[in-house]
């Protein structure tokens, strides 16, 4: 791109590290030099620094029926499966590629013909949280890898839920996009697969006895909002300075805890943390390739731990 590029069309910026700008306190100044250069070099070509891998919970909502090109998969899956929304999985540079041009290509998940799901599956057991739909997700990845579910659910769940299935599916392995009914517009323009398959409570229990850790003590830091999670929730989660915790969210969270703009699969954490509290298995993912000790923890879990 010569020096005047400018991107054509809306464009936002996913979570660094963490925000130059508001860095955590023991961020080091030469990462704060290298990642406040990278987001310069975005937003002079016209992008949103709001740094968040949920824009459509941040007026990045794009309409039903909208073909865009976004590269973090949680995000993807979410826009496919929920907003109904076109869009492949596309790779940091050609993400940028498509502002700069202001097309895509029309292939992959742009095309209906791709989109058809290839397995039914019908959820018997009760879902009663959002970690019941992220331990779904690793499920439905790990047994029918990237085959796109048709998925049959006893109640429609709320947004929580769905950006947790949303996240895990396709960090475990599967496709990103699902077929909710119920849920996903344009649904009855697919084919309901004959191949047909139950989940039931065990299913998901062996998901929670893996990920299901007793630290026997409390965790050395509670990570929540991997994705970043809706401000409501935040605005609801109480502070405690007894024990460390840390949020992602996007540039603009002035949460007290906030890890602004940032994402902590990416970042440093401050040293001497060993066991991790997280709401979410996608975070549980990437926290133990770090070689953290991970305990996956319910909404109502990490409130009780912050109250007491
Ligand atoms: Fe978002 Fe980072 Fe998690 S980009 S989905 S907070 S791994």
């Given at each position: 791109?010569?020096d005047?590029?400018k991107?054509r069309?809306?464009?936002t910026i996913n979570?660094a ?27 002079s070509?016209g992008?949103d ?6 824009p459509?919970?941040?007026g ?5 029926g909208?073909?865009v ?10 826009a496919n ?18 502002a700069?041009?202001g097309?895509?290509v029309y ?8 989109r ?28 029918f ?8 659910a006893p109640d429609?769940?709320d947004?929580?839920?769905?950006q ?12 990103v996009l699902?077929?909710?009914e119920?849920?996903?517009?344009r ?7 004959t191949r047909?398959?139950v989940?039931?409570?065990q299913d998901?229990a062996?998901?929670?006895?893996e990920?299901?850790k ?9 990570y ?5 999670t809706?401000?409501e929730?935040?605005?609801?989660l ?11 969210g996007?540039?603009a969270?002035t949460?007290?805890?906030c890890l602004?703009g940032?994402?902590?699969?990416v970042?440093?954490?401050?040293s ?5 509290g997280?709401?979410?298995?996608k ?5 133990r390739?770090?070689?953290?000790e991970?305990?996956?923890?319910s ?10």
């Amino acid at each position: 791109a010569s020096d005047n590029s400018k991107f054509r069309v809306p464009a936002t910026i996913n979570p660094a590290a963490f925000s130059p700008f508001s860095p955590p306190p023991w961020a080091r100044e030469e990462h704060i030099v290298l990642q406040k250069r990278a987001i310069d070099a975005l937003v002079s070509l016209g992008a949103d620094p709001v740094m968040t891998c949920a824009p459509y919970f941040y007026g990045y909502a794009p309409s039903e029926g909208a073909h865009v090109a976004w590269a973090e998969s949680s995000a993807v899956t979410y826009a496919n499966s929920v907003l109904g929304v076109y869009t492949s999985k596309e790779s940091g540079p050609s993400a940028v590629a498509a502002a700069l041009l202001g097309f895509t290509v029309y292939g992959g998940l742009h095309l209906d013909s791709n989109r058809q799901p290839g397995v039914t599956i019908e959820i018997h057991t009760e879902m009663k949280d959002h970690l019941q739909w992220g331990a779904l997700g690793i499920w439905l990845g790990r047994t029918f890898g990237n085959t796109i579910p048709y998925i049959i659910a006893p109640d429609v769940p709320d947004t929580l839920s769905l950006q947790a299935l949303a996240s895990a599916l396709p960090t475990y392995g599967g496709p990103v996009l699902f077929h909710m009914e119920g849920v996903t517009p344009r649904i009855h323009q697919v084919r309901i697969p004959t191949r047909r398959h139950v989940v039931n409570a065990q299913d998901l229990a062996a998901v929670f006895t893996e990920y299901k850790k007793d630290f026997n003590k409390e965790p050395d830091l509670l990570y929540i909002g991997c994705p970043h999670t809706h401000p409501e929730y935040l605005r609801v989660l109480p502070m405690s300075s007894r024990i460390k915790t840390l949020i992602g969210g996007p540039a603009a969270c002035t949460h007290q805890m906030c890890l602004s703009g940032g994402c902590a699969a990416v970042a440093r954490l401050p040293s001497g943390i060993r066991r991790i509290g997280v709401d979410s298995f996608k975070a549980a993912f990437y926290m133990r390739s770090k070689g953290y000790e991970v305990n996956v923890l319910s909404r109502d879990e990490i409130i009780s731990i912050l109250e007491e």
